[in-house]
């Protein structure tokens, strides 16, 4: 099996290199006829309005739709999370609308108000995942199949799933715990129900 990163734009260089250390050779996506064969494809973080504009140039908003809609996996990180959703509180960007949630962005601020916390996880066991959040969206709506795996103290949830979809508000790939990555490999490869996930920490 073969996974893709989006890399037109965004920190998509961090997630080839944490797939790297998991031993998976990881395809970077600027094209349509890239996405052939993709057991799944991660769509990171960067700036969400630029990200949904070279979508439209390079023709990949439908073929990332069939992609969801094919069963394939895909993960949505920060700017990722707000184009795979089904809507956002702004007019743009304009997301892809795959999967059953609604999106504010930037909802804790500016750059400057980039935290860190530790969240528990019960799909990624026992141990908090130490959770990076930069100019991060939040959900505001989760549909009825949407699976919350994690949230803030104030019920806002960070994390969710639904079947072969994921999103992240925060950012997986910039820190040494690789559980999110294991969980995305186990999802592309039809294992992952979202209750198990293997500790996949560095």
């Not at 893709?4 to 965004?10: K, M, P, R, S």
């Not at 935290?115 to 990624?124: G, N, S, V």
């Not at 990555?181 to 560095?202: P, R, T």
């Amino acid at each position: 099996m073969e996974v893709g990163v989006l890399a037109v734009q965004g920190d998509f260089a961090e997630h080839i290199a944490v797939l790297s250390k998991l031993g998976v050779k990881a395809r970077e996506v600027r094209l349509p006829e890239h996405l052939e064969s993709l057991g799944g494809l991660i769509i990171p973080g960067g700036e969400s309005t630029t990200l949904s504009r070279l979508m439209t140039l390079y023709n990949l908003r439908e073929p990332l739709q069939k992609m969801a809609v094919e069963g394939r996996a895909v993960w949505g990180t920060c700017a990722g999370m707000i184009m795979i959703s089904q809507e956002i509180t702004e007019n743009d960007p304009v997301p892809l609308g795959i999967m059953d949630i609604g999106v504010q962005r930037n909802a804790f601020g500016r750059q400057v108000d980039s935290f860190e916390q530790r969240l528990d996880i019960k799909a990624m066991g026992s141990d908090p995942f130490h959770a990076i959040f930069i100019r991060a969206p939040v959900i505001i709506r989760v549909g009825n199949d949407v699976e919350v795996l994690c949230a803030l103290d104030d019920d806002r949830p960070v994390a969710v799933q639904q079947g072969n979809l994921m999103a992240t508000s925060f950012h997986p790939e910039l820190t040494n715990d690789y559980r999110f990555h294991s969980y995305f490999l186990e999802l592309a490869n039809g294992n992952s129900n979202g209750h198990s996930c293997g500790n996949g920490s560095s």
